[in-house]
């Protein structure tokens, strides 16, 4: 009978799959990673003359675009998008960013090719809602 015991190879850990694993978990998190840029909106704001508000704590801004499409500050300060572009729907963020407040200032900042029935639509719910602050931004005029 032979009771020897085999010897067995030393058990050695190979790093080169492991290595392959890591670089193929890399490119998989560079491929599929979306790099969120701040949302901003190209709007061209019509010229006009005249002095900067003083910053307030706490502001309204409805941007509107030049397809018409409002776009509403939220407390982050960045602008988003309204569901639809029915009144009701504008209505009801206009409520919900004001909370119980109608002396907050309200922006409209509405691109210069805006249509026109859409900042008037803005103004008739803003006035609507009672607020009495509301301001247009517009972009300083460049002398030269």
């Known amino acids: 009978m032979n009771f020897s015991r085999h010897k067995r190879p030393p058990l050695e850990i190979t790093l080169t799959p492991m290595i392959d694993v890591v670089f193929l978990l890399l490119i998989f998190f560079m491929v599929t990673t979306t790099f969120n840029q701040q949302a901003e909106l190209k709007i061209n704001l019509p010229e006009a003359q005249g002095s900067e508000s003083a910053e307030t704590e706490k502001m309204i801004i409805l941007t509107i675009d030049a397809a018409g499409i409002y776009f509403i500050s939220g407390d982050d300060g960045l602008p988003h998008p309204l569901v639809n572009q029915q009144k009701s729907t504008l209505t009801r963020a206009l409520r919900q960013a004001a909370g119980n407040s109608r002396q907050i200032p309200f922006i409209i900042s509405a691109d210069a ?25 517009t972009k300083s005029i460049t002398r030269k």
């Open 113 to 137: 090719k805006a249509p026109h029935q859409a900042v008037v639509t803005a103004l008739d719910i803003a006035s609507h809602l009672g607020f009495s602050r509301i301001t247009f931004a």
